[in-house]
């Protein structure tokens, strides 16, 4: 079978490769046989390719932090899945055509939804949702800032908050998506400058802003910061700019704003089986009902997948990319 793998860190489209691999090895008691139907390149695959994500696996490696199977065997102890069901693993290294899985580390998702969206669902609208819920207590009305507002997470987000009734102010680093996000349900779109807290706070009327997202750290947060209320929460969940989040000694001082971190990986650690099913329930509902979509840009087959490292690097993307390793779903 056909697995994307690397032998050394480096720019991703250079060293990833489609290699031929063993079989899987038929599933014991407690296992799945798997067969991936599709998966989306994410920026935390691309730095682990380079060797600049947390987890640095030993070479050569496999990689893939989600994506959508079928599953096509299952072990005799396994009583909670049938041959034919739509799983998402909990596991990494989904980059290949199939695999075995304990059952346990697999969450059964909906057979009738777009498989597409489903290899998307097991970590941008999480990281979207517990952000968006987990940090400031928000009722019907209020505003949350967030930047890279037209990236995966940043679509989920404004379909989220719209559903909860918050308003969004969406940033973003280049003209002619303010259609586009609006149309999702954005509230405010706003281009990244230098005047960026003068216009949140001439677009929500100064209104009191508690919650603010951002994916892009260095010096974007001093740049919106101002528009923040005093105690206002900045939860950091990226580095897009390369460079490490900031703020001004009068936004760290004087507006006492918390900056703190987010990680999914840890937040699914945490939680009980009971709640990551429940968790990812509600998430692949809310797919089906179309609250959640994210626009897929191009698709790829297996044999594709340095062209699609490729498409996924580029700047100015208007969905994701996304792999087939078996061919159309
Ligand atoms: N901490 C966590 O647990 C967690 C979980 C999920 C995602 N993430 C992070 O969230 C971020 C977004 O992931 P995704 O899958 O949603 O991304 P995505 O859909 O692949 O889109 C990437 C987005 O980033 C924007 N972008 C790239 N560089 C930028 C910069 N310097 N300034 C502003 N915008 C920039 C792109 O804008 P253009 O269209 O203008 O090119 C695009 O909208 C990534 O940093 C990812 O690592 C973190």
């Given at each position: 079978m056909k697995v994307a793998q690397f032998s050394s860190f480096g720019r991703a489209e250079d060293v990833i490769e489609c290699v031929e691999a063993d079989e899987p090895l038929s599933p014991q008691a407690d296992e799945a046989a798997l067969e991936v139907l599709a998966f989306p390149i994410n920026p935390a695959d691309l730095l682990t390719i380079e060797g600049r994500y947390a987890i640095r696996p030993p070479l050569p490696a496999r990689i893939g932090a989600e994506c959508v199977a079928r599953v096509v065997a299952i072990g005799d102890s396994v009583t909670d899945l049938s041959v034919g069901d739509l799983v998402i693993p909990l596991d990494r290294d989904n980059?290949?055509?199939?695999?075995?899985?304990?059952?346990?580390?697999?969450v059964k998702v909906p057979a009738h939804v777009d498989p597409l969206q489903l290899a998307m669902l097991k970590v941008n609208p999480p990281t979207a949702y517990l952000m968006m819920t987990k940090y400031v207590e928000l009722a019907p009305g209020d505003w949350i800032v967030q930047t890279a507002a037209n990236s995966g997470v940043g679509h989920c987000l404004i379909r989220l908050a719209k559903t909860e009734g918050h308003r969004t102010i969406n940033i973003v680093r280049r003209e002619g998506l303010e259609g586009e996000l609006t149309a999702l349900g954005a509230d405010v779109v706003l281009v990244d400058g230098p005047d960026l807290s003068e216009r949140i706070a001439a677009a929500t009327g100064r209104a009191p802003i508690r919650l603010a997202i951002d994916a892009v750290g260095g010096s974007q947060i001093v740049r919106f910061g101002d528009a923040l209320a005093d105690e206002a929460v900045i939860v950091n969940y990226g580095r897009l700019s390369g460079e490490n989040p900031q703020l001004s000694g009068h936004q760290c001082v004087f507006k006492r704003l918390w900056l703190t971190g987010f990680w999914l990986v840890p937040w699914l650690q945490k939680m009980s089986r009971e709640d990551v099913t429940a968790l990812y329930a509600k998430l692949?509902?809310?797919?089906?009902?179309?609250?959640?979509?994210?626009?897929?840009?191009?698709?790829?087959?297996?044999?594709?997948?340095?062209?699609?490292?490729?498409?996924a690097n580029a700047y100015q993307r208007r969905g994701k990319v996304l792999v087939m390793p078996n061919g159309p779903v």
């Amino acid at each position: 079978m056909k697995v994307a793998q690397f032998s050394s860190f480096g720019r991703a489209e250079d060293v990833i490769e489609c290699v031929e691999a063993d079989e899987p090895l038929s599933p014991q008691a407690d296992e799945a046989a798997l067969e991936v139907l599709a998966f989306p390149i994410n920026p935390a695959d691309l730095l682990t390719i380079e060797g600049r994500y947390a987890i640095r696996p030993p070479l050569p490696a496999r990689i893939g932090a989600e994506c959508v199977a079928r599953v096509v065997a299952i072990g005799d102890s396994v009583t909670d899945l049938s041959v034919g069901d739509l799983v998402i693993p909990l596991d990494r290294d989904n980059w290949v055509q199939r695999k075995t899985s304990k059952a346990g580390r697999l969450v059964k998702v909906p057979a009738h939804v777009d498989p597409l969206q489903l290899a998307m669902l097991k970590v941008n609208p999480p990281t979207a949702y517990l952000m968006m819920t987990k940090y400031v207590e928000l009722a019907p009305g209020d505003w949350i800032v967030q930047t890279a507002a037209n990236s995966g997470v940043g679509h989920c987000l404004i379909r989220l908050a719209k559903t909860e009734g918050h308003r969004t102010i969406n940033i973003v680093r280049r003209e002619g998506l303010e259609g586009e996000l609006t149309a999702l349900g954005a509230d405010v779109v706003l281009v990244d400058g230098p005047d960026l807290s003068e216009r949140i706070a001439a677009a929500t009327g100064r209104a009191p802003i508690r919650l603010a997202i951002d994916a892009v750290g260095g010096s974007q947060i001093v740049r919106f910061g101002d528009a923040l209320a005093d105690e206002a929460v900045i939860v950091n969940y990226g580095r897009l700019s390369g460079e490490n989040p900031q703020l001004s000694g009068h936004q760290c001082v004087f507006k006492r704003l918390w900056l703190t971190g987010f990680w999914l990986v840890p937040w699914l650690q945490k939680m009980s089986r009971e709640d990551v099913t429940a968790l990812y329930a509600k998430l692949a509902g809310q797919i089906a009902d179309g609250t959640i979509q994210v626009p897929v840009e191009a698709t790829f087959p297996m044999e594709g997948i340095k062209e699609a490292i490729a498409h996924a690097n580029a700047y100015q993307r208007r969905g994701k990319v996304l792999v087939m390793p078996n061919g159309p779903v």
